[in-house]
């Protein structure tokens, strides 16, 4: 995520909006949980 940069994120966000899927990963389900687990964690943040 560090490498992504203003216009390519208003690009992706923008591509979302109009109901295009962009750049989609895809991983295994244990991935899936411990990266969910780690989003969690970080919008819980105060």
């Given amino acids: ?9 208003v690009w992706a966000l923008e591509s979302l909006a109009e109901g295009n899927l962009v750049n989609r990963i895809e991983v ?3 991935t899936e949980a411990f990266a969910k687990l780690a989003l969690e ?3 819980a943040l105060p």
């Fill in 28 to 30: 295994d389900k244990e």
């Fill in 1 to 9: 995520m560090n490498r992504i940069d203003l216009p390519h994120l």
């Fill in 41 to 43: 964690r970080m919008l």
